[in-house]
């Protein structure tokens, strides 16, 4: 009986220990383009944000931005141009 008890014991206290993350995807789509947002926050409160942004290729060329976000609150950006 001992051992039973000591079991729901050892795994009631492993189940509160299980880390979850969440990760939220959001995409708009306009005529000129598409936004896509990638929220990520894990249990900690670490929050990471990435926005993607895509024009459309009126001109023949296409320009891509990318913004991410730390949970630091560090932004960094990168913007690719092809033709």
Same mark, same amino acid.
């Given at each position: 009986?001992?051992?039973?008890?000591?079991?729901?014991?050892?795994?009631a206290?492993?189940?509160?220990a299980?880390?979850? /993350?969440?990760t939220?995807?959001k995409?708009?789509?306009?005529?000129?383009? /598409?936004?896509?947002?990638?929220?990520?926050?894990?249990? /900690?409160?670490?929050?990471?944000?990435?926005?993607?942004?895509?024009?459309?290729?009126?001109?023949?060329?296409?320009?891509?931005?990318?913004?991410?976000?730390?949970?630091?609150? /560090?932004?960094?950006?990168?913007?690719?141009?092809?033709?």
């Amino acid at each position: 009986m001992k051992r039973i008890a000591l079991t729901f014991a050892a795994l009631a206290f492993a189940g509160g220990a299980v880390a979850q /993350d969440t990760t939220t995807i959001k995409r708009t789509e306009t005529p000129f383009g /598409d936004k896509t947002t990638v929220t990520r926050e894990t249990e /900690d409160g670490e929050i990471t944000r990435r926005s993607t942004e895509t024009t459309g290729s009126v001109t023949g060329c296409e320009t891509r931005s990318t913004t991410r976000t730390n949970e630091d609150g /560090d932004t960094t950006s990168k913007t690719t141009t092809r033709c």
